[in-house]
């Protein structure tokens, strides 16, 4: 067990649907960071956060937003679904340059 | 941005054998070398990590080696046994605390 926490586990959703991941990252860690793994795109950074402001951004597309709260969890928001979102979406945590610990992720299901 | 290629994307050994799976990156100026293991449907496990301050770190029956010159890395597994079977991704970045780039993973097979 990393830490790191991510609810829910599996999301099944429809196309045009909006959904909601929550991670809470490790107690005292600062950045949380954000996954995607698709089987045709390996695992790719979408964006990070430290402290409740945005860090660094990645391949996150314009329909995915996120934000890190002052109790530091944070939520990513995937709006206007498809197919192609389906994936495993996991969030890593860590002190400012540390290492990254992995959460369980959230298996998405767009059908 | 940093390109990373793994090497070989799949691996079958035997229970007891050794591994070696390598990691060319581009960037120079990454110091940061982590290795995870992810099984199936499972979250990537950090295993082991080296800076570039180091050439050698290992860890029982784990080692990663750097070669900041050519820059590549390589994790090495010996006496495998069927629980390494898995699939193993580094992410050299340019320090800890930066957004990670995969490389493409190995699937390891270790038969019985």
């Known amino acids: 067990d990393s830490g790191v926490t991510q609810t829910p586990k599996h999301l099944i959703t429809a196309t045009g649907q909006r959904v909601t991941l929550r991670c809470s990252p490790r107690?005292?860690?600062?950045?949380v960071y954000w996954y995607q793994q698709s089987l045709d795109q390996g695992l790719q950074f979408l964006i990070q956060?430290?402290?409740?402001?945005?860090?660094a951004k990645g391949n996150i597309l314009e329909r995915f937003s996120a934000q890190q709260f002052p109790d530091l969890h944070s939520e990513l928001n995937l709006s206007s679904l498809e197919l192609g979102d389906s994936a495993l979406y996991f969030c890593?945590?860590?002190?400012?340059?540390?290492?990254?610990?992995f959460g369980p992720g959230t298996r998405l299901t767009v059908l | 941005g940093e390109n990373v290629e793994q090497h070989p994307s799949t691996l079958s050994v035997q229970e007891g054998d050794s591994a070696v799976i390598k990691c060319t990156y581009s960037?120079?100026?990454?110091?940061?070398f982590p290795w995870y293991k992810q099984e199936l449907g499972k979250r990537p496990q950090l295993i082991i990590d080296i800076r570039s301050n180091v050439g050698e770190k290992k860890d029982q029956r784990i080692a990663v080696t750097l070669n900041k010159t050519a820059k590549h890395f390589s994790l090495h597994i010996t006496e495998t046994q069927p629980e390494d079977s898995a699939v193993y991704f580094c992410?050299?970045?340019?320090?800890?605390?930066?957004?990670?780039?995969f490389g493409g993973g190995t699937r390891l097979m270790v038969k019985p």
């Open positions: 107690s005292g860690d600062l950045s």
């Open positions: 956060y430290y402290n409740g402001e945005e860090r």
């Open positions: 992410a050299p970045t340019g320090r800890a605390g930066n957004m990670l780039t």
């Open positions: 960037d120079s100026a990454s110091n940061y």
């Open positions: 890593a945590s860590s002190v400012a340059g540390d290492t990254q610990y």
